[in-house]
């Protein structure tokens, strides 16, 4: 399995970006999908998370700025990033959990930078 993130990239504070995550391979559902984050010098944190019915779950510092969402039949996640600030640059890495085997799966991170 592989999980391939993009989207990331230069915005301005206020800015809004979507990064996407896209899974392949022999997986055919993925029981979480979601999306973590790393500043420099500071430890991963969990951003959002859904789950295969549609249960999202966010960090506090981003709720009503951020929303998670996926496509099932795509084994797609996306995060729609808005009103971005400074506090939000780091590198973002989509992450996706198959609960029947306990296999978590980490795709590579997408940078994004919130910089005048």
């Known amino acids: 399995v592989q999980l391939q993130a993009f989207g990331g990239g230069l915005v301005q504070p206020g800015g809004s970006l979507r990064l996407t995550c896209a899974a392949s391979g022999r997986v055919t559902r993925f029981d979480a999908m979601g999306w973590y984050r790393q500043a420099p010098g500071s430890q991963r944190e969990r951003v959002a998370t859904?789950?295969?019915?549609?249960?999202?779950n966010y960090l506090d510092s981003v709720k009503g700025r951020f929303t998670i969402s996926r496509d099932n039949a795509k084994n797609t996640v996306y995060l729609q990033l808005n009103s971005l600030k400074p506090e939000d640059t780091a590198d973002y890495y989509c992450?996706?959990?198959?609960?029947?085997?306990?296999?978590?799966?980490w795709g590579l991170g997408t940078l994004v930078t919130v910089s005048s």
């Open positions: 992450w996706a959990l198959v609960a029947s085997t306990k296999s978590g799966y």
């Open positions: 859904i789950t295969s019915p549609g249960t999202t």
